[in-house]
């Protein structure tokens, strides 16, 4: 439990150091690196089927052992190395500020006029179009990417950090880094056009499912936060399900009930157009207040959860001591 209090507070200082190395940088290559091989060896889906599963597996699996391996080797060395290593791995499963960071990024420019430059960064942190957008538009991207990231960037890896930390000899870090992979499997081969419809089904089965509690979870704790869960969950259950995301919908569409704004719409990918259900009845429009809130939303509930965790940690060792 220390670990995960040292963690937040680096996320929260310093967060993802531009250029610096990340794991999720490791993973991505070994994922990119299996793709390439299995795309250019096995033309049919039977076969990309099966080494869909073994990269699903192998990716999430692999990630948590190394990981463990990684910090026991550390501990071995020194316990102060150890300390630092673990706190460092598991601080940067927490994407809090570096979501904070990207927003602010895109809505300075945007705040002074620049529409150009505010596009040019906001290609960077999202997939859809972004040369034609307008401003209302840019601040949807910005606010659909702060929600939708919440939680398998923010509350998805605190939930299984928290529930690495509350088994004996795992320690939170397996279970996040083990989480992010699988959020990086999803985000690189999870989609259902081809090449990747056969590759990436089984990845994005597992991440779906890995995320459904941590949303439902997030949801609820939004809800309380905002002081209308009932709204929140009514209006998530006639929007978000129509969104073919099981997840992702039900995120945005908290923020935006408590928010009182709309997101969804359509978006343009190499100039494809893709709608999205819309999510909400608004009562106002997207402002750069609207983002700041929803960064301070998510923090309020990654804090929340990681002081229940915290308090539970010390009762637990509080009674065992006793």
Request: proline content about 7%.
């Amino acid at each position: 439990m220390v670990i995960l209090a040292i963690a937040a507070t680096i996320d929260y200082l310093i967060g993802d150091p531009w250029n610096w190395p990340h794991p999720v940088q490791w993973i991505g290559w070994a994922i990119s690196s299996y793709t390439q091989w299995v795309l250019k060896w096995c033309k049919t889906p039977l076969p990309r089927r099966i080494a869909g599963i073994i990269l699903g597996i192998g990716t999430i699996a692999g990630t948590g052992l190394v990981s463990s391996l990684i910090i026991a080797g550390a501990y071995q060395f020194h316990w102060g190395i150890g300390i630092v290593v673990e706190s460092v791995l598991l601080a940067s499963c927490f994407a809090g500020r570096s979501l904070k960071t990207a927003a602010s990024e895109v809505l300075a420019p945007l705040n002074e006029g620049d529409l150009k430059t505010a596009r040019e960064k906001l290609s960077l942190y999202v997939g859809r179009d972004t040369e034609n957008l307008s401003k209302a538009e840019i601040l949807r991207a910005v606010l659909e990417t702060v929600t939708e990231n919440a939680v398998d960037g923010v509350t998805g890896p605190l939930f299984y950090a928290i529930a690495g930390a509350a088994l004996p000899h795992v320690g939170p870090v397996p279970f996040a880094l083990a989480y992010k992979a699988a959020s990086t499997l999803d985000s690189m081969v999870g989609y259902r056009e081809e090449p990747y419809a056969d590759l990436g089904w089984f990845s994005a089965k597992v991440e779906d499912r890995l995320t459904w509690f941590p949303c439902r979870l997030t949801v609820i704790t939004l809800g309380l936060i905002g002081g209308c869960l009932p709204q929140v969950w009514t209006i998530c259950q006639r929007d978000a399900t129509r969104d073919p995301s099981p997840n992702a919908g039900w995120s945005e569409c908290a923020y935006a009930v408590i928010l009182g704004v709309q997101l969804g719409g359509t978006n343009y990918y190499r100039g494809v157009p893709k709608p999205k259900p819309l999510l909400n009845t608004p009562d106002n429009p997207i402002a750069p207040e609207s983002i700041h809130r929803a960064t301070q939303l998510t923090r309020t509930c990654f804090l929340i959860w990681l002081g229940i965790a915290l308090t539970c940690g010390l009762i637990g060792d509080l009674l065992i001591g006793g």
